[in-house]
């Protein structure tokens, strides 16, 4: 675990306040999920969550070699959105399913006890990274690749456009109007 914290510091130490958090996981409090967080980044008023602790998880049961984290990244002063990475991060683990994008986590948001963005966006969707350029989309640690997963939250009637399109023709409605989900106060895409 500490080549993957020392990959990830990689784009912004020296040059962003870096800190760490360790988490227990829901369902086995023995286990944790670190968090790197970088303040300031990608912009002046961000805050990104990295994880660190699902990159020893392996996929190959879905023929995915590969590892994956989660990343996070709001205007905020407060880093409790990171418990949304916990809760997706031991549905991760408790399931052994593979998160990709298109992928919801039902409630994650709701279950991460955020209060009032939970109750405007209940879910969490994994879609790419958008927010950090090619910083945090993948990385060679060891012999492995990293894959970075960015969790964002959702309305209900997004989770339902999605239930009844698909995700492909959500990521369309995106392109259409431009992704804005490091806005925890944005309106829904399906009412614009």
């Known amino acids: 675990m500490d080549a993957v914290a020392d990959q990830l510091e990689l784009p912004v130490k020296g040059r ?9 996981l ?3 409090p023995a286990r944790k ?3 790197q967080r970088v303040d300031g980044y990608p912009s002046p008023g961000f805050r990104t969550a990295l994880s660190y602790g699902l990159a020893h998880e392996s996929f ?5 070699p590969d590892r994956i984290e989660l990343i996070q990244g709001y205007r905020t002063d407060d880093w409790s959105f990171e418990r ?7 549905s991760v683990v408790t399931s ?9 986590y039902q409630h994650a948001v709701a279950h991460a006890g955020l209060g009032a963005p939970a109750s405007r966006m209940p879910h969490a ?7 950090w350029q090619r910083d945090f989309y993948k990385a060679d640690v060891a012999d492995k690749r990293l894959w970075f997963l960015q969790l964002v939250p959702i309305h209900e009637n997004e989770l339902q456009f999605i239930t009844k399109n698909g995700f492909k023709v959500f990521e369309e409605l995106l392109d259409h109007f431009g992704m804005q989900f490091h806005d925890l106060n944005r309106t829904s895409y399906v009412d614009m």
């Open 84 to 90: 949304i990475q916990v809760f997706v991060a031991d």
């Open 33 to 35: 999920l670190g968090i």
């Open 60 to 64: 190959e049961t879905s023929n995915f």
């Open 26 to 28: 829901p369902g086995d």
């Open 16 to 24: 962003f306040p870096i800190t760490y958090a360790n988490h227990p």
């Open 125 to 131: 969707l994994v879609v790419y990274p958008y927010l």
């Open 96 to 104: 052994n399913q593979l998160p990709k994008p298109g992928t919801v």
